[in-house]
């Protein structure tokens, strides 16, 4: 059986344009979707481990969808739909 380990693509952490608040949350999203190619996360998950508000995670992937990391898509008020690039 092989175990693999998932690592957050190195080039993220050193992209000076992105916040590191945003850093944190793209690790979160990566770890969450590891193996998968779509990921559905609320507000709700996210803010057990930061402390975020619903525009600021918004804010947050419209910077990484910018950066071309991932794409997203909110189905609901605090719901979103996550492709990971």
Do not use: A, C, H
Request: net charge positive; aromatic share 12%; hydrophobic share 35%.
């Amino acid at each position: 059986m092989l175990i693999r380990k998932f690592q957050i693509p190195e080039s993220i952490w050193k992209d000076k344009r992105i916040p590191k608040e945003t850093k944190y949350i793209y690790s979160y999203i990566y770890s969450k979707g590891f193996d998968r190619i779509i990921t559905d996360i609320n507000i709700g998950e996210i803010q057990q481990t930061i402390k975020i508000k619903n525009k600021g995670l918004k804010k947050s992937l419209e910077i990484l969808e910018q950066l071309k990391y991932l794409v997203y898509q909110e189905y609901g008020t605090g719901m979103y739909t996550i492709t990971l690039n």
